[in-house]
């Protein structure tokens, strides 16, 4: 591995250049930044509404209903 500041052979993992002591720890491929993160989350929060909505559409047949003499608070008042 050759070092990018003083071009000596070094060996292969080592931290530091032997000669000038420059960081030889590779740099990172990809970072992601502040705008990627919110594209992602706008996506996943997207999705999940979506299949939020979805599903409620297609169990709606199977959802239970609640008989209104167990819940008076739920029954209509008649009108004055």
Request: aromatic share 12%.
């Amino acid at each position: 591995m050759k070092c990018p500041k003083c071009q000596i052979d070094n060996k292969e993992g080592i931290k530091f250049c032997r000669k000038c002591g420059t960081d030889m720890t590779p740099a990172p491929l990809w970072k992601p930044s502040w705008k990627w993160h919110a594209q992602t989350l706008l996506v996943i929060y997207a999705s999940l509404i979506v299949l939020f909505f979805a599903l409620n559409h297609v169990l709606k047949p199977y959802l239970r209903q609640i008989p209104k003499d167990i819940t008076p608070w739920l029954k209509e008042m008649p009108k004055q």
